[in-house]
């Protein structure tokens, strides 16, 4: 059997995480196991399932400026003291450039994963941009989830290279195919029940945009009063938001679920997605609302690469009322199944790919 590392900083609910689960929960794990590695061992939300499914969860020591000296010794004691593993696969890019030398030091073939087209701003995205620059020479293989992401992180030179590989991120598209009633019911639950809901799935950070979000969904609210917003995620930014829904009149209207592991369902309940973040790698939530069938508003900041349906428009950022027209006039589900697996964002097509990967370069390292 293959163990191979994946280092991806917390475990909570996020778009990197959510994506390796994907792949971990159908990929054959008699020949290929996942186990990982963190720095916020408080954010472990899928870290029983992967102990359930015959993962190991391991905690580091996280980056914080000072600490180099610590990072570098505490992975080179890991290598040392688990020599099983060929394979590492970061997912953490802000400072791997610490340790992807030190596995390459103990013969383990090193992977660098791109998910995002942005460090964010000020003195710290500053920091981890000079950081970053080192993992385009470093790394055995350069992945990213979309071109843009690999040629943010890595260069168009590098992304025109034998080592790199694009892997969109796939899913199951059969979970979103939901039963007779299914949406009937959670509308039902959630109270919503003869209302037009406004859906969003995405953790509270700035990155996520909810701010405008919320000013979009009072213009709605006044045009159309038995409107819902449904709001799926956590973060740091959610008390924040919920003050900001009641500032705004519209607290009543406005649902936050927190963490759920039931989003196929919550999709089926939702009229419409709502997409306006400031930046992203590749969205895999708005991938998932096209499975469910949902017509998607997004940003045009966000990738074209996730148009891969009819149901997709963009919109520039900070017009709320150009926002509000999109979203009550794109009433619209559509099937488009085909489209999704046709672009390559079949979770089939991610497994196999990996296998691939991970079979060759385990090969590479005990040859």
Not at 125 to 131: E, N
Not at 141 to 166: H, N, Q, T
């Amino acid at each position: 059997m293959i163990r191979v590392l994946h280092m991806i900083a917390s475990l909570d609910v996020g778009g990197s995480q959510t994506v390796m689960m994907n792949i971990y929960r159908n990929i054959d794990r008699e020949k290929i196991q996942f186990d990982f590695v963190i720095d916020h061992p408080k954010e472990d939300y899928f870290a029983a399932e992967i102990r359930s499914l015959g993962g190991r969860v391991y905690t580091m020591p996280a980056f914080h400026g000072t600490n180099a000296g610590e990072i570098k010794r505490d992975w080179n004691n890991f290598f040392y003291t688990h020599p099983e593993y060929h394979i590492l696969h970061s997912h953490t890019r802000s400072y791997a450039s610490l340790y992807l030398p030190v596995a390459k030091a103990h013969g383990v073939k090193t992977i660098i994963h791109s998910h995002s087209t942005s460090t964010g701003g000020g003195v710290k995205g500053a920091v981890k941009a000079v950081m970053q620059l080192p993992l385009r020479h470093q790394a055995d293989v350069l992945m990213a989830c979309s071109l843009d992401a690999g040629e943010w992180l890595y260069g168009k030179r590098a992304c025109r290279s034998e080592r790199f590989i694009l892997l969109p991120n796939g899913i199951d598209t059969g979970r979103f195919v939901l039963a007779p009633g299914t949406r009937e019911r959670y509308r039902r639950e959630l109270g919503l029940e003869g209302r037009y809901v406004i859906g969003n799935v995405g953790r509270f950070y700035d990155v996520k945009n909810h701010t405008f979000l919320l000013d979009v969904f009072q213009k709605i609210h006044a045009r159309e009063p038995e409107a819902m917003l449904l709001l799926v995620g956590v973060g740091p930014l959610q008390q924040q938001m919920a003050q900001k829904a009641v500032e705004l009149g519209v607290a009543e209207q406005v649902i936050m679920t927190g963490n759920r592991t039931d989003v196929p369902e919550l999709l089926g309940a939702m009229d419409v997605f709502a997409f306006p973040s400031l930046w992203e790698g590749l969205p895999m939530t708005v991938v998932e609302a096209q499975a469910a069938g949902l017509p998607c508003v997004l940003s045009d900041t966000i990738t074209k690469e996730v148009d891969v349906s009819p149901l997709v428009e963009y919109l520039p950022l900070g017009d709320a009322e150009q926002w509000a027209d999109a979203l009550l006039t794109r009433r619209a589900r559509l099937d488009v199944s085909k489209n999704i697996a046709r672009a390559g964002f079949d979770i089939r097509s991610s497994v196999k790919r990996l296998t691939e990967l991970y079979t060759r370069l385990d090969r590479e390292a005990q040859s």
